[in-house]
């Protein structure tokens, strides 16, 4: 079974603020997936990963991909409360299902 | 499109009774997953479909709990007899061509058990 990883649980960020959060799975995967959750909503694509090296951005959220070391990244530029939410990683090998990560729960304060 | 739909949307009940959800995947996805979501043990696959075929059930907690897909538009997901420890929010999704594509996520059902 594929083991997803996230880290930091839980992560408090001033507005302006860079941070990153970080997706470690244990076994061979072919693609990683982000998605963003809100409070009380479900679950948004936010970016896939297709390849080792692989680099998505949309707005202050980058994604990057590293399969050799089996580590994703999400990086968070110049935070504003928008971001706030959880983030979730899902690592998944071809033909088979979703693994996710625990979720990161991000808030951003003014 | 519009998009994955369940229902109901929230569910209140008492313990014992039979609890079914409701989960019309996006047209021409192949691929219909039901997740749990809780606090305790996060998002768990409890199930996916493919085809209306089930796949793979490993993650069915209990004999009390089964899903059904009659056909490419319609799922439910039943819990029978219910249980407080079955409170959670309850979600359906659905893949286009493979179980690894992106999955769309419905907007849950939150389910108490009292």
């Known amino acids: 079974e594929l083991k997803v990883e996230q880290n930091p649980l839980f992560l408090s960020m001033q507005e302006g603020k860079n941070y990153t959060i970080y997706c470690n799975y244990s076994?061979?995967?072919?693609?990683l997936y982000w998605y963003r959750q809100d409070p009380g909503k479900s679950l948004e694509s936010l970016f896939v990963?297709?390849?080792?090296?692989a680099v998505k951005q949309e707005g202050r959220l980058m994604a990057s991909l590293d399969t050799k070391a089996r580590l994703s990244t999400l990086h968070i530029t110049a935070a504003v409360h928008d971001l706030s939410a959880t983030y979730f990683c899902?690592?998944?090998?071809?033909?088979?299902?979703?693994?996710f990560g625990t979720g990161t729960s991000l808030t951003v304060i003014p | 499109d519009a998009g994955v739909i369940q229902s109901p949307r929230h569910e209140v009940t008492e313990m014992g009774q039979e609890v079914t959800l409701r989960c019309k995947p996006i047209?021409?996805?192949?691929?219909l997953f039901w997740y749990r979501q809780t606090m305790m043990r996060g998002l768990e696959l409890l199930i996916y479909?493919?085809?209306?075929?089930?796949?793979?059930d490993s993650g069915m907690p209990e004999d009390r709990f089964s899903a059904k897909m009659p056909n490419a538009s319609f799922s439910t997901l039943k819990i029978q007899p219910s249980e407080p420890r079955d409170s959670a929010v309850y979600f359906c999704?659905?893949?286009?061509?493979?179980?690894?594509?992106?999955?769309?996520f419905g907007p849950g059902t939150r389910l108490t058990v009292l």
């Open positions: 990963l297709l390849s080792n090296g």
């Open positions: 999704a659905s893949s286009m061509d493979r179980p690894t594509d992106t999955q769309y």
């Open positions: 076994t061979t995967s072919d693609r």
């Open positions: 047209s021409g996805h192949d691929y």
């Open positions: 899902a690592a998944a090998h071809l033909y088979n299902q979703f693994y």
């Open positions: 479909f493919n085809n209306n075929v089930p796949i793979d």
